[in-house]
Nanobody
Framework: QVQLVESGGGSVQTGQSLRLSCLIV??????MGWYHQAPGNERERVAS???????EVADSFKDRITISKDAARHTVDLQMDNLKPEDSGMYYC????????????WGQGTPVTVSS
């Protein structure tokens, strides 16, 4: 079974950067994304990518987030810059296995804490 394994979360201060990585183990998916869930809030999509290009980033994260995919390494990375306290929470890697806009396979998540 294909697994999604996130890494790279941690604790940083406002304005700093983090790079999250999602390793796709045992397979490959064309359509991938990253989601954020703050405590008490619903999960929200941060960014997605189809193939090796066509990235999309949510408006609230634009100019601070870059999503990239490395087919050779089987990874999908999320570069997050100028982090804010409201960016804190769990970040989940997800696969849209049918590329139909529905993310149906999830990793366990990696935590991010941004302190002011």
């Amino acid at each position: 079974q294909v697994q999604l394994v996130e890494s790279g979360g941690g604790s940083v201060q406002t304005g700093q950067s983090l790079r999250l990585s999602c390793l796709i183990v045992g397979g490959a998916y064309r359509c991938m994304g990253w989601y954020h869930q703050a405590p008490g809030n619903e999960r929200e999509r941060v960014a997605s990518i189809a193939g090796l290009s066509y990235p999309e980033v949510a408006d609230s994260f634009k100019d601070r987030i870059t999503i990239s995919k490395d087919a050779a390494r089987h990874t999908v990375d999320l570069q997050m810059d100028n982090l804010k306290p409201e960016d804190s929470g769990m970040y989940y890697c997800a696969a849209d296995t049918r590329c139909n806009g529905r993310f149906d396979r999830w990793g366990q998540g990696t935590p991010v804490t941004v302190s002011s």
